[in-house]
């Protein structure tokens, strides 16, 4: 897999094909391969299908990414070199993935029972949600330069951009004349590294990979994501369609300007803010569930590495995702009222703590980024915040 990775980035074999199906292979060489089997170790025992190790494995592979981008980020690597750690890494921690001991969950092929005349329900629901995706899929083909973008995805092409054709990741320097710190907690964004790798590795611009390839991508995985979650939650697959479904409606019923469901999910997804809410905060609760109901170590390592990604996507994410955990375990304990309940509630709730602190010790000792935080911290907030 590294050999795989080192030719097809330094190589440019990909360019070759059309932009978007080389888009399309380069996501998943370096957003899914990498954690693949570092997820499948993790989450075997678990009854987890193709769309939830999917999911996973993607959000794995960013928490790979997340030690050598921050390194490349702080010490000014060039592209290739966090390419070569990243792949070096993700190859190191695949074998040893698949020399991890696991245990497959007993109920992994059961299939749900489903009441007399439930399938039709289930495939109204299959088509409902296969159609709008269906649509998002092949949107670079039809949409052109039709479908309005987001004044801050200029920003992001332009970091992305300066990314693929410097010799150096530098995301210190001021952006477009702005005041110095203005966009300060690129520093430690690994999000748009990540970006200018997959659009190096497709040779494709990264104008063209931000605004038209890769929201459609990431919108099928965001629904991908719920559809994980509530299945993981419930075990159910009409439950999990229902809910695919769902967010597909509210996306396309709330097109409203800037803050609006529809134009975040559907038209903003290759932003870090949007990534992180609606891919790697599900994907985390899932996990963080799955060990509250089930504490392991490969559980707790996998809620850790959830929580590592989406703290190098945008630091609300991991704000919105330690929220919704800590509620929970604290619920479990108040529930359950048992000394393994709070062992394991007290073992999901420290590392936000650790983090968030690291984090904001790496803001004021390397980066000055004391304020990080500061914009979020508002009175006013729209719907789709919570």
Known sequence: MFVLLAILTFTGLLSILPGYPAVILAFVLWGVLPGWWLQRALVASRRAGPVEQAVLAFVMSMALAAVPGLLALRFHWS?????????????VV???????????????????EEPHGAASGTTLLLILVAVPLLAIATSPWWAGDRIARDADDLVYTGYVTTYM???????????????PG??????????????????????????????????GILTILAVAAVFALAKGL???????????????????????????????LLL??????????????????LL????????????????????AAALVVHPLGLMSLGIALASVAVLRVLVDRTRESFTSAAYLVGPWLVLGIGFLGWSWLFAERVDIFAPYLRRKFNVTDV
């Open 234 to 264: 419930f075990g159910s697959m009409r439950l999990a369609l229902f809910a695919a479904a769902l967010i597909l409606v509210y996306a396309f019923l709330d097109l409203a300007p800037q803050e609006g469901f529809g134009r975040m």
């Open 79 to 91: 592209l290739e070199a966090f390419a070569m750690a990243y792949a070096l890494l993700a190859a």
């Open 268 to 285: 903003r997804m290759a932003q870090d803010k949007m990534a992180a809410s609606f891919i790697f905060v599900p994907a985390g609760i």
């Open 165 to 179: 054709h410097s010799n150096e990741l530098d995301a210190s320097a001021p952006f477009f004349d702005a005041r």
């Open 182 to 215: 203005s966009f300060s907690r690129m520093e430690a964004n690994v999000w748009l590294v990540t970006e200018a790798l997959i659009a190096k590795t497709a040779g494709v611009e990264a104008f063209d990979l931000h605004m038209h390839y890769l929201p």
């Open 94 to 112: 695949s074998g040893m993935s698949l020399l991890w001991p696991t245990q497959q969950h007993q109920e992994e092929d059961q299939a749900d």
């Open 288 to 307: 963080g569930a799955w060990y509250l109901e089930r504490p392991s170590p490969s559980a707790y390592v996998a809620v850790l590495l959830a929580a």
